[in-house]
């Protein structure tokens, strides 16, 4: 690892005025990613900005028929929250499968969201429900906030505050785990929601997307017998040790399929 500094800010202003004032510091959630990335020399921040302080990102709570989950609240926080587990029991299941015990209590939905690691899960449903993406200066919708591996809409400096989960009517999630690591060799998010179905998947690709042509026929019937026929070409998905892109893309069409069996 290199030198760098380290501050502990009191507010979320103090921490957005330190990361303005360097171009090269980095907000730091609980470190399950970025501190690998330092100990392997693949980063080199002049200064860690620890989020762990701040009051205001932390917490979940519920206003009418949306789900409010601050940017530091841990996975195990989620998995474990009577107000997650009523109002969005596929979030709280979603949650309690990430990675390892140790993960879960030190790793956020904020850093795990702004990592957007092509195989994280939290990103499926944050797409799959049409959540909004709060930070220190705007608000962003799902569909524009992932942007490609390891990519996102925030600006230099710009911090996620927090994630605003409208309830669908009904949601599930279903993945293929690593079993190693539980990242998600596949995993898809489906939701029926007022606007319609929506369906995210992550995993399979170089970062979350939505699966359309599954969304339109599950619009016309929420079965799993609506998707009899559709597929997804294999053509970007990734290709890697875990699975092919051929596999990854018959992956969708199972999951698609059990997770609206999940919806109940
Ligand atoms: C062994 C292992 C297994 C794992 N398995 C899974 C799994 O099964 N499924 C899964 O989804 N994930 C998995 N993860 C990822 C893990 O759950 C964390 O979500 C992820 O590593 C991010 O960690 P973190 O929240 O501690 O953020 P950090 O590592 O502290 O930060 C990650 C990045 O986000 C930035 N950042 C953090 N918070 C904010 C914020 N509020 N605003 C702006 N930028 C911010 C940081 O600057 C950094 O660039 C695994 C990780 C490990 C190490």
């Not at 399950?32 to 693949?42: A, E, G, W, Y």
């Not at 179905?197 to 969304?215: C, H, I, K, L, S």
């Not at 619009?219 to 597929?231: D, F, H, I, R, Y």
Request: no cysteine; glycine share 10%; hydrophobic share 50%.
């Amino acid at each position: 690892m290199y030198a760098f500094d380290f501050t502990r800010p009191a507010s979320v202003a103090d921490a957005v005025a330190a990361l303005k004032g360097d171009a090269d510091a980095k907000p730091l959630a609980g470190g399950m990613t970025l501190i690998p990335t330092l100990k392997q020399r693949l980063a080199q921040p002049t200064a860690l900005i620890d989020l762990g302080a701040l009051p205001d990102l932390k917490g979940i709570r519920r206003e009418g028929d949306t789900l409010i989950i601050g940017a530091m609240t841990r996975h195990a926080d989620v998995a474990a929250s009577d107000v997650v587990k009523a109002a969005l029991p596929a979030l709280a299941a979603l949650a309690d499968g990430i990675g390892d015990a140790q993960v879960r209590h030190r790793g956020t939905l904020g850093g795990s969201i702004v990592n957007h690691d092509p195989a994280a899960d939290y990103p499926s449903a944050v797409l799959g429900l049409g959540a909004t993406v709060v930070t220190d200066r705007r608000q962003i919708a799902a569909d524009d906030f992932f942007t490609g591996l390891f990519a996102t809409a925030l600006d230099e400096g710009e911090i996620v505050t927090e994630v605003r989960f409208p309830l669908p009517k009904r949601a599930a999630y279903v993945k293929f785990p690593n079993p190693a690591s539980r990242y998600a060799v596949v995993g898809v998010f489906v939701a029926e929601t007022a606007g319609g179905v929506r369906v995210a998947v992550t995993g399979a690709g170089p970062g979350v997307f939505r699966a359309t042509n599954f969304e339109a026929a599950l619009n016309g019937s929420l079965t799993a017998a609506a998707l009899n026929g559709v597929t997804w070409p294999a053509d970007d998905l990734n290709s890697d040790i875990h699975a092919s892109a051929e596999y990854r893309a018959h992956l969708i069409g199972v999951l698609a399929k059990r997770a609206v069996a999940a919806l109940g």
